[in-house]
Each structure stands twice: as C-alpha cells, then as structure tokens.
C-alpha cells in the first residue's frame, strides 16, 4: 500500500493505537512519526484559537502553524511535543492534588484522587526459572488512611516449584486520557518496587497464619503469597503499600532499578542532645484490608537519653501503667482474602500502617506490613484486666513496634494496654546528625 495512504489511514487513529501502530515494523514507525499528523494532534488539544474580526460578523478559526512547523523540524518532533505536553499537564494536575497535607498524618489528603489523575496501577511480574514471565494485571485495591492493599488473585497461576522471582512494578500510562477506559495493551511506563526470591518459598519465608484453606506467608518488605492448603500453590498475592513517597516509588524508578531516595541532609535540632527526642505523633492504623480496627493519633511522644538502650530510642504511645489511655478494638482482628471461587478470614492477622511524625510534622518513619498475634506464655498482671496476652512485635533496618493486648472474655473483644516504639539510633543519627 502507498505511503500516502497508509499516512491518511493513520491520520483518523487516535495517540495510543497510533503510537501502538508504530510499533509493527521500521517502516510503519518512520509514518507514524509524520509531522503533519501529530501537529494536527497537538493543535486539537492545546493550541489556542484566534478571533478573527470582519466588518459585519465576527467569525473563530483554529490557528494553522504553517508549513514551517512541518519542514523545519525532524520527523517525530510534534510527536515528542505532544507527549511530553501530556505528561506535563499530568504532572501539574497530581501535584496540585498533592498538596494539601493531613495534620495527622503528614501526608496528602487526596492520594486516591492524585493515583487516578496520573492512571497509576499496580502489577505484579512472576519469572519462572527458565526465564519466561507471567504478568499479574488486575489487582483488587483498599484504600486507607495512610496505605493502600492491593491483592491479586486468578486460576491461571504458574506452579511454584518453577517460579524464582517476583517483581512489583508500579505502572502509569505514557498518555494518561482521562475520557478513554484504562488499557493495558497501551504504551506504559513502569517503575520497580521491589523484587522477591520465590525459590523454597515455605522453607525461607514467615508463616503469619491460616485458615481451613489457605496458609500464609510473609516475604521481606511485607508482601504476603497465600498457598492453598491442598496443593501447596499459589492462591493470591497481596502486599500493603505505605503513601509515604509512594508515588516517588511507583513513578521514578525503571524496569529494573528501584527509586533511590535523594541523599537526605542532617537537620539540626536547637534542643540540647541531652534531651532526646521531643514531641513526636504517631498515626497507627490496623486493619485487615476490608475491615479497620484502630485508626488513632498519638501526640507528644518524647524519648529521654536515660531511655536509649541496646542502640534503640523508647517512644511509648500506650503505657501499661496509665489505664486511661488502654485502647478497645473494634471487632476481632483478622485479614481478609479472596479469589475466583472462595473468600476466607485469616483470624489473629492484620495489617499495621505506622507513621511517625518528626517534631516539626514531617514523616520520619513510616511502614505498612501485615503482621499477626501471638498468644503470650505470661499471665497478665494487670488488676484491670483478667484475660489472655496477645502480642505483636514487627521490626525492620530503622526500628521496632511492640504491641500488648488483652483478651476480654465477658465483652468479646481485644484492648492495647501497652504500644512502644523502637527507633534505631542508626535512623536518628543519621536524620539529625547526632551521636546518640
């Protein structure tokens, strides 16, 4: 077919399936790059009308730019121009969305809003040992307060005994249309989160719980494989994604390095060192994807130098000592799953989202992972409370989170009667340049 028409043809495509025709081979990538078709293009959509004014009417005309705009430049430029204008747009829009800041939390008030505005998904890409991957699209996602859960599901899982890897992409459309429905077939962009090894998956990993169906378990960096309890195969995969420079993470990276955060400077604190630590929030969510169990504000938490211990700071946010600060949950803990065919209930399991605010509100630590209860060898010694011991205990490179709950038989339900931070002195060295 002549050129001439195959350019005509093109002419009537919209950008995604033109940008996707352009893909097919050398010769169809050289047409689709023509000039005149994408000028045509970024004209529609940004370039401004004129008014042009008669003597007896007044009359409008979208403004030509000429045959110069066709000739001068290389092949490919309106096209180049068009996308990065799109994507400048884009960025101007989630930016504006970014912008207003929780009080409670230090973070964004409109994460959902700003991920829909820039198209951002969520996939996951399964290699098995010959090399070959499987890629995981479609993931049912709950948002909350300071995280989002992403769980993906399908019949179609390859075998575990051949997988080596998993990779967690974060995903966003080259041209984010916010009038076309989502395609993955589309141009995109990814970005890499994290990277797990699957080989001897039930040997190397943490088992966080079961139910009648399915076991549980925990991978570094808090993503979580559900193994049928029969086959010993894959039944979903769900991971919780913290908000703190979460789109940084999902939009900065490549396909195959994760996104490095900038070199961060010391802050001076004009308190004496021998103070410690100083007016410090914590905002604690536990929830189990579907359902929330505690979502509260901690303030004024302060650590003094007497309390550093084995190289760990102590921020205590729920004191045994001091009842009137025990908390209740709302309704007993446990994660939810589901699939194609089957929903389930993994009880003594949830997800915890732990931001911890500086004194000045800014995020200095912040995590979300599941973790599960752990019924207590010790009797409790509390006079207020006659039930079993539960305990949660998570930890990581910048600190630890101990959490104590009592079991109450007579009202049914679980109270925090005591809740500490350990903050490594690594971590707050090297924020504040200290010596602790």
Not at 57 to 79: F, I, M, N
Not at 213 to 241: D, P
Not at 293 to 322: H, M, N, P, Q
Request: proline fraction near 4%.
């Amino acid at each position: 077919m002549p050129s001439e028409m195959l350019i005509k043809i093109f002419s009537c495509l919209d950008t995604v399936s033109l940008l996707a025709v352009g893909c097919v081979n050398r010769h169809f990538y050289h047409l689709a790059n023509d000039n005149g078709i994408w000028l045509k293009i970024y004209s529609s959509c940004f370039q401004p009308k004129k008014t042009l004014w008669k003597m007896k009417s007044e009359q409008t005309e979208s403004v030509s730019l000429g045959c110069a705009a066709l000739h001068d430049r290389k092949p490919g430029y309106w096209k180049k121009e068009y996308i990065f204008k799109q994507i400048a747009v884009v960025k101007a829009r989630v930016m504006q969305l970014v912008k207003p800041v929780d009080p409670y939390t230090g973070l964004p008030c409109k994460n959902k809003e700003a991920m829909k505005a820039s198209g951002l998904s969520w996939i996951i890409v399964l290699k098995d040992k010959i090399g070959k991957e499987h890629v995981m699209e479609e993931a049912n996602l709950s948002f909350k307060d300071t995280s989002v859960t992403m769980l993906w599901y399908s019949t179609d899982w390859p075998c575990l005994d051949i997988l080596s890897t998993l990779k967690l992409f974060g995903v966003i459309p080259l041209l984010p249309d916010q009038s076309r429905a989502r395609s993955k077939n589309g141009p995109r962009y990814r970005s890499l989160i994290a990277e797990y090894r699957l080989a001897n998956l039930t040997e190397k990993s943490v088992e966080v719980g079961a139910d009648k169906l399915v076991r549980l378990f925990c991978l570094n960096s808090g993503l979580v494989v559900g193994l049928w309890k029969v086959k010993n195969e894959i039944a979903f995969v769900m991971t919780s994604l913290h908000y703190h420079q979460l789109f940084e993470r999902s939009t900065l990276g490549s396909a195959t390095v994760k996104y490095a955060l900038p070199p961060h400077k010391p802050l001076l604190d004009d308190v004496d060192p021998e103070y410690g630590l100083h007016d410090y929030s914590l905002h604690l969510d536990m929830h189990g994807r579907s359902c929330t169990y505690l979502c509260g504000t901690f303030k004024s938490l302060f650590c003094r130098k007497d309390d550093i211990a084995d190289e760990y700071l102590k921020l205590t946010a729920v004191s045994l000592k001091d009842n009137t600060k025990h908390l209740p949950l709302i309704g007993t803990p446990s994660l939810s799953w589901e699939t194609d065919v089957f929903k389930g209930n993994v009880k003594d399991c949830y997800v915890m989202d732990v931001t911890l605010l500086d004194e000045i509100g800014k995020p200095f630590w912040c995590f979300s992972a599941p973790v599960c209860m752990d019924l207590s060898s010790t009797a409790s010694g509390l006079y207020d409370y006659m039930g079993h011991i539960y305990t949660t205990d998570y930890a990581d490179s910048e600190g630890k989170v101990c959490v104590e709950l009592v079991w109450l038989e007579e009202t049914k339900e679980y109270f925090i009667v005591n809740l500490v931070l350990y903050l490594s002195t690594k971590k707050v060295n090297g924020w504040f340049g200290t010596n602790y």
